[in-house]
């Protein structure tokens, strides 16, 4: 259900938060799982499918400058009865916080953190090329036998990637790229030059 996005730590913050809210609300209002499941794909298909292409709608929404009363009246008035009626108050919702330039990294949270709740654990491969169908298959039936759980996978493919593998399992990145092998390198060197400096700054004072 879920879809790979850009993996951004303050987003990923926020939207966990609304993330939560809209299925707290959900659950309360619709207590079954198959409902539950059913506006977590209205909500996410909202956001890939229609706000996605709609950033003149979604700048609308996000604006200070439009009153609240003004943006829920445009969702009724572009939505109408098309959506449930928990999905159209939590956009509401969204838009009184001022946060409708994030409904799609939302959207991705809220359908993440229902698998999560439901058994399935979404996993995130991102490789420099595409992967082989083999390669794929292990690394999928490796994490499913090591985590326990169900995994549905999404793949991304960043050319800027030095080789290697960048696997990320719900909000944990496990880097396996040359590049993230590089960094950790250079941090381990940085690291190890500013003991050097406070080893010096230490004698220096103990001197004086």
């Known amino acids: 259900m879920s879809a790979s996005t850009t993996f951004d730590p303050q987003v990923q913050q926020i939207s966990t938060v609304y993330a939560?809210?809209?299925?707290?609300?959900?659950?309360?209002?619709?207590?079954?799982q198959a409902a539950v499941a059913a506006v977590v794909e209205e909500l996410e298909q909202l956001a890939t499918m229609v706000f996605a292409?709609?950033?003149?709608?979604?700048?609308?929404?996000?604006?200070?400058?439009?009153?609240?009363?003004?943006?829920?009246?445009?969702?009724?008035?572009v939505l109408g009865t098309r959506v449930s009626a928990v999905v159209l108050r939590f956009l509401g919702v969204v838009c009184?916080?001022?946060?409708?330039?994030?409904?799609?990294?939302?959207?991705?949270?809220?359908?993440?953190?229902?698998?999560?709740?439901?058994?399935v654990v979404p996993v995130t491969i991102i490789s420099a090329v595409e992967l082989p169908t083999d390669v794929e298959s292990r690394v999928t039936e490796n994490l499913s036998r090591a985590l326990g759980k169900k995994i549905e996978l999404s793949k991304t493919v960043d050319p800027k990637l030095?080789?290697?593998?960048?696997v990320r399992v719900a909000d944990t990145v496990f880097d396996g790229s040359v590049q993230g092998r590089l960094e950790r390198v250079r941090r381990k060197a940085f690291e190890r030059a500013a003991e050097r400096i406070r080893a010096e700054f230490d004698r220096f004072v103990s001197v004086q």
């Open 53 to 77: 292409t709609q950033p003149a709608l979604v700048e609308r929404l996000s604006s200070s400058r439009a009153s609240l009363a003004d943006k829920v009246g445009l969702l009724r008035k």
């Open 20 to 32: 939560r809210g809209f299925l707290q609300a959900a659950n309360q209002e619709l207590r079954e």
């Open 96 to 119: 009184q916080h001022g946060r409708f330039d994030l409904i799609r990294p939302i959207a991705a949270r809220a359908a993440e953190l229902f698998d999560e709740s439901t058994g």
């Open 162 to 166: 030095l080789g290697g593998l960048q």
